[in-house]
């Protein structure tokens, strides 16, 4: 059977405020139990997918990734998914919303879910536990509490969920996962392979980044491959409970919300004990280790803030951050990642 045509359009008209996506495309990030690609392939399994990006290296280390997807050449389209309403405050605002929209969906499609019930024995329930959803393969410790009465948790294959962490719905924990002492609430949604402890609010963490030790992140857009030290803490409420505004450069943008913590760009790390001022803007690749951060850091920043990260030690670093996760940095990611640098 012959699927849909659809084209994933990826155009900023305003490039400053495209952190969460500079390496990769709004469409591969989780905002709800799927990502936006999953959700064309759910609706249409025998679609054929499009993507248009005006940034050539882009689009050749996106297609390396995705190697079903072709690059659009004007093409007849009958469908198109384009990056509206796709920046982290929109996202974190709905994202509650979104995991309960999906997660009729997940029920039908994911398998794993309805092959077992739960049946605490170790670990505490709070609320009806048919919205808890634990991976078989997932192992849970004793004295974990899960919450569900203001919404589902789904812990997916081979999470690890040590004693006295408190979970709270909407919750989603990706593959691989492991949290270690955690208090994560108020609608949250974890990536594949993190590492997380202390206390998540309401935030966004990406494949492969790591929240391990005690801090509080509350509000924010983490991307992938991030590492936030111990301690590290982000304000997401003024002290004036006025409107969060961000400012980017000579640009300042309003959330239109009242909490906002941070945007931590890719591949960036921030170090022990960094206090993060309500909505601050990490760029992509930085290595943060003032004792306190606000406004806007640009791109590869080392340190200080004086100074800008190496390009050639930060392509040696990444690559032997990566091989620890059996990942592997593509000559197309490479040469997307130079390309930003020399901008």
């Known amino acids: ?19 969460p996506y500079k390496v990769y495309s ?38 390396n990734r995705n190697e079903k997807i072709k690059e659009y050449n004007n093409e007849t389209i009958d469908r198109i998914e384009e990056n509206k309403g796709y920046m982290p405050w929109e996202l974190l605002s709905n994202l509650s919303n979104k995991i309960n929209e999906d997660l009729e969906i997940y029920l039908d ?19 009806k536990s048919k919205n808890l959803h634990i991976h078989q393969d997932a192992l849970i410790y004793p004295n974990v509490v899960f919450d569900v009465s203001s919404g589902p ?7 690890r969920i040590t004693s006295f962490s408190f979970l709270e ?16 609430t108020g609608g949250t949604i974890i990536g594949n392979s993190c590492r997380i402890g202390g206390e998540v609010e309401n935030s966004i963490i990406s494949d492969f980044s790591n929240k391990h030790h005690e801090g509080f992140l509350g509000h924010s857009y983490v991307g992938r491959w991030v590492n936030i030290g111990a301690l590290a803490t982000t304000s997401d409420l003024k002290n004036n409970y006025g409107v969060v505004k961000l400012t980017i450069a000579d640009k300042q943008i309003s959330t239109n ?21 309500t909505g601050s803007i990490i760029d992509i690749g930085c290595n943060v280790v003032n004792s306190r951060v606000s406004g806007y850091i640009p791109p590869f920043t080392w340190a200080d803030g004086k100074s800008k990260y190496r390009l050639d030690k930060f392509i040696i670093d990444t690559k ?10 593509s000559s197309e990611m490479e040469v997307c990642l130079k390309a930003i640098y020399e901008e």
């Open 257 to 277: 919300t009242l909490k906002f913590g941070a945007v931590i760009g890719d591949f960036s790390k921030i170090g022990i004990g960094t206090m993060i001022n």
């Open 1 to 19: 059977m012959k699927g849909s045509r659809v084209l994933i359009r990826e155009n900023f008209s305003d490039y400053s405020l495209n952190i």
């Open 169 to 184: 719905g909407p919750l989603y924990i990706g593959p691989l996962s492991q949290i270690d002492n955690a208090r994560i």
């Open 153 to 159: 948790i789904i812990i997916d294959k081979d999470v």
């Open 26 to 63: 709004f469409c591969e990030g989780r905002n709800g139990l799927f990502t936006t690609l999953e959700r064309i392939r759910i609706k249409d399994n025998n679609a054929i997918i499009y993507y248009e990006n005006p940034n050539k290296n882009f689009v050749r280390a996106f297609l």
């Open 109 to 127: 499609k994911v398998k794993w879910v309805n092959k077992f019930k739960i049946k605490p024995k170790n670990f505490e329930v709070v609320g």
């Open 320 to 329: 032997k951050i990566m091989a620890r996760r059996n990942q592997n940095l």
